[in-house]
């Protein structure tokens, strides 16, 4: 059974950076897209980014340019760099894994922007 967990969350104040993994367990990971979405309290989840298994990247507007994704797929790891962080951040942002079976979602870890 396919298990993902992220880590990496936390606390950070206004303009502060984090970094959030996403490890898949199984294999063959390399070849599916794999993304970040996050959900605000009282919003819905949206895409965050997203990448493709040759690195293709999408982000959305709102965080173009002060988040990063990435993947090491010898470790079946993804990470998203988060920098200058402002209050919108504020999020459970949770990872998906895109397969031919259907999309596979971790638990979420909760982000916290606040002074």
């Known amino acids: 059974q396919v298990q993902i967990v992220e880590s990496g969350g936390g606390l950070v104040q206004p303009g502060g950076s984090l970094r959030l993994s996403c490890a898949a367990s199984?294999?063959?990971?390399?070849?599916?897209?794999m993304g970040w979405y996050r959900q605000a309290p009282g919003k819905q989840r949206e895409l965050a980014a997203r990448?493709?298994?040759?690195?293709?990247?999408r982000y959305a507007d709102s965080v173009k340019g002060r988040f990063t994704i990435s993947r090491d797929n010898a470790k079946n790891t993804m990470y998203l760099q988060m920098n200058t962080l402002q209050f919108e951040a504020t999020a459970v942002y949770y990872c998906?894994?895109?397969?031919?079976?259907?999309?596979?979602w971790g638990q979420g870890t909760q982000v916290t922007v606040s002074s």
């Open positions: 990448i493709t298994t040759g690195g293709t990247t």
């Open positions: 199984g294999s063959g990971f390399s070849a599916f897209a």
């Open positions: 998906v894994v895109e397969t031919t079976k259907g999309d596979y």
